[in-house]
């Protein structure tokens, strides 16, 4: 059984700062592709970045340079530190896992590809920001 529930969401002033996390359990993070996806009302649900099994992160452009994703091994937890927020970044975000271990390459397939290749999501914490 695998788990993943985020946390940290909530409403912020453009330029405001976020910190989300991603509690897991059934899997070792550390062997794990991981990765945050978000998705807006009447969109389709997009990459944010990936942390591969090796532990190297990858982002979207359109948060490289804003968001950094890291994990702790001991606690089994992935965040996502999310600087400079836009108002574009409003959404729902959600961290999902595969069934099994993805190399990197295919790791970060899945952000490119929206998720597909994901089998294993969170319910989601919801991200609002406002001018």
């Known amino acids: 059984q695998v788990d993943l529930i985020e946390s940290g969401g909530g409403s912020v002033q453009a330029g405001g700062t976020l910190r989300l996390s991603c509690q897991v359990t059934?899997?070792?993070?550390?062997?794990?592709?991981l990765g945050w996806f978000r998705q807006v009302s009447g969109k389709e649900r997009e990459g944010v970045g990936i942390m591969d099994n090796t532990g190297d992160p990858s982002y979207a452009d359109a948060v490289k340079g804003r968001f950094t994703i890291s994990r702790d091994n001991a606690e089994n937890t992935l965040y996502l530190q999310m600087n400079n927020l836009e108002i574009e970044d409003t959404g729902m975000y959600y961290c999902?896992?595969?069934?099994?271990?993805?190399?990197?390459?295919?790791?970060?397939?899945?952000?490119?590809?929206?998720?597909?290749?994901?089998?294993?999501w969170g319910k989601g914490t919801l991200v609002t920001v406002s001018s």
């Open positions: 059934g899997v070792n993070i550390s062997t794990y592709c």
């Open positions: 999902a896992a595969p069934a099994t271990p993805f190399p990197p390459g295919p790791c970060i397939g899945t952000m490119l590809l929206g998720g597909i290749g994901m089998n294993y």
